[in-house]
């Protein structure tokens, strides 16, 4: 699956006051079939896109889906297969953040909307990078409750997890052959001295809170004295080792030159640059949840020489490849995002207006080298790896396969093993 996806961050900074909507300071309100058009002619099938929350999640049982409906009738007329992103790093203002307790069971009630408004989408990220997200929001101080405690973490954390899963299930229940995409970031943390160690091991254990929640994966035991000195409570916690879809997952994996950090013995993290890279860090994600994975994110600045995004380019579609030979079940690539960044180089924590070549066009919507090398790359690799594997395939049923017999027929058969699994559980 070559994919790119269009930005939708909508984060608040400055106590809520300012809503950092990356669809507005982009232009996809404006250009969205345009840019639709781009995401064709680069001949892309997938991609990342999501409706505006704020704009359309209304309040409990209010919805509305007008810029829903004509973007996402424009991507069922292309054909084009939207991997949806519910939620990304940012809730309407009327539910306030995300240390409201009544956030999961309130986005599930919109995922459930939304699956049975658009019956033809199968592919979900329901939340978006929930590690990040509640690491800004919640530790970080940077975004929407802006807190810097190891409590508003953990509380961020557990909600934006178990609104994760409930909207799994919600969508589940409507689409039953639903595939879900976990795109969150994979981090590595790096000791400077032997002092640092300790700090180190601790951030590498917490890296993986997110997908070992959303997994049922029970936590390393120092994790669980971290969860419970802040605020989880045990059954909380056992609502995850009960709940999860793991068998219905792809882990996708985000990887950024900043996702590596450097960390000193007083706990003090700073960014290190690529050491270990993109096949290193996925394989350790890899062995501890062992499901198929997806390259979901991946940039980089085009530079003063203009070459480095796309040396970028071909170094993490090099490693993509690294991971495939390993025998690790890769299914996809993206390059996030089809157009350049607004505000990123702040982390989005500063209303500054600056533009941030990442794209593959710019925002006159006029192609970047790396546009043109993520098109080459496509059409060299896109016949050339399914011949090599016929074992491996993801279950995808394009928009306009969706009303095919076969298709009707594997929701069907898909269903009645959810229920025969229901039954199972609730017989034990």
């Given amino acids: 699956m070559f994919a790119t996806g269009i930005e939708n961050s909508i984060p608040t900074i400055k106590n809520g006051t300012v809503r950092m909507d990356e669809y507005e300071k982009c232009g996809h309100y404006t250009h969205w079939k345009k840019d639709f058009q781009l995401v064709t002619e680069m001949g892309i099938s997938f991609l990342r896109y999501g409706p505006p929350l704020h704009r359309t999640f209304l309040g409990k049982g209010k919805y509305d889906w007008s810029f829903v409906d004509e973007t996402f009738n424009e991507l069922y007329r292309l054909n084009i297969m939207p991997i949806v992103d519910l939620c990304h790093f940012g809730v309407p203002d009327w539910m306030g953040n995300f240390q409201n307790p009544e956030f999961p069971a309130l986005f599930a009630e919109y995922a459930r909307a939304f699956a049975e408004r658009y019956p033809w989408v199968q592919l979900y990220t329901p939340v978006n990078e929930m590690y990040i997200c509640a690491v800004f929001s919640g530790l970080n101080g940077w975004w929407n409750e802006q807190g810097t405690t190891d409590k508003t973490f953990v509380t961020a954390l557990k909600h934006l997890v178990k609104a994760n899963v409930l909207a799994m299930h919600a969508i589940l229940e409507v689409r039953a052959d639903a595939l879900f995409i976990q795109s969150e970031s994979s981090e590595y943390f790096h000791a400077e001295n032997p002092k640092a160690i300790g700090p180190a091991e601790s951030m590498n254990a917490r890296r993986f809170l997110s997908l070992d929640l959303n997994y049922g994966r029970r936590v390393d035991s120092e994790m669980y004295e971290y969860?419970?000195?802040?605020?989880?409570?045990?059954?909380?916690?056992?609502?995850?080792?009960d709940n999860h879809l793991k068998h219905h997952c792809i882990m996708g994996n985000d990887y950024y030159i900043t996702n590596e950090h450097r960390v000193s013995n007083e706990g003090?993290?700073?960014?290190?640059?690529?050491i270990f890279g993109y096949h290193v860090i996925t394989s350790q994600y890899y062995d501890r949840y062992q499901i198929p994975v997806?390259?979901?994110?991946?940039?980089?600045?085009?530079?003063?020489?203009?070459?480095?995004?796309v040396?970028?380019?071909?170094?993490?579609?090099?490693?993509?490849?690294?991971?495939?030979?390993d025998g690790l079940p890769i299914v996809g690539f993206t390059w996030y995002s089809l157009t350049d960044q607004v505000d990123w180089d702040s982390a989005l924590c500063e209303n500054n207006g600056t533009v941030n070549p990442l794209g593959l066009f710019d925002l006159d919507?006029?192609?970047r080298p790396v546009g043109m090398a993520y098109k080459k790359l496509i059409d060299q690799w896109r016949d050339v790896l399914p011949t090599q594997s016929v074992c491996l395939t993801v279950p995808i049923v394009l928009p306009s396969e969706h009303n095919e017999d076969w298709a009707r027929k594997r929701r069907s058969v898909a269903k009645e093993q959810i229920n025969a699994s229901t039954d199972s559980s609730s017989n034990k």
């Fill in 227 to 241: 969860l419970m000195d802040n605020g989880m409570t045990r059954d909380e916690y056992h609502f995850f080792l």
């Fill in 311 to 325: 040396n970028w380019l071909w170094k993490e579609w090099a490693n993509v490849l690294r991971v495939r030979n």
């Fill in 268 to 274: 003090i993290v700073r960014e290190a640059g690529e």
């Fill in 365 to 367: 919507r006029n192609i």
């Fill in 294 to 309: 997806m390259h979901t994110e991946t940039n980089l600045n085009q530079g003063v020489r203009g070459d480095e995004a």
